[in-house]
């Protein structure tokens, strides 16, 4: 079984800072998260941050320069670091891991950011 674990959500004032982690496993098959999304509610789930084979990264208009996305290759886990956060950042964050043949979803932390 292939599985995504993100975790590192919560509340925080604006202007503050968290850092999410997505952890990726699998018993045969190996899985890479190579994205952030993120849901408000409302809305339709939206790209926050990307992060290629070769470590290009790529950017939502919203949260570029706030946001760092970043993996660790020997434990096979992405991170987002999200600094001066905003309230319309308030959302549920999934990590994602594309391939061939299916796309492979976490099962979300919320992230509350307060006025």
């Known amino acids: 079984q292939v599985q995504l674990v993100e975790s590192g959500g919560g509340l925080v004032q604006a202007g503050g800072s968290l850092r999410l982690s997505c952890a990726a496993s699998g018993k045969i098959y190996r899985i890479t998260p190579t994205g952030w999304y993120r849901q408000a509610p409302g809305k339709q789930r939206e790209l926050v941050a990307l992060i290629t084979s070769d470590g290009t990264t790529n950017y939502a208009s919203t949260v570029k320069g706030r946001f760092t996305i970043s993996r660790d290759t020997p434990k096979n886990t992405l991170y987002l670091q999200m600094n001066s956060l905003k309230p319309e950042d308030t959302a549920v964050y999934y990590c994602?891991?594309?391939?061939?043949?299916?796309?492979?979803w976490g099962q979300g932390t919320q992230v509350t950011v307060s006025s």
């Open positions: 994602n891991a594309p391939t061939a043949w299916y796309d492979y």
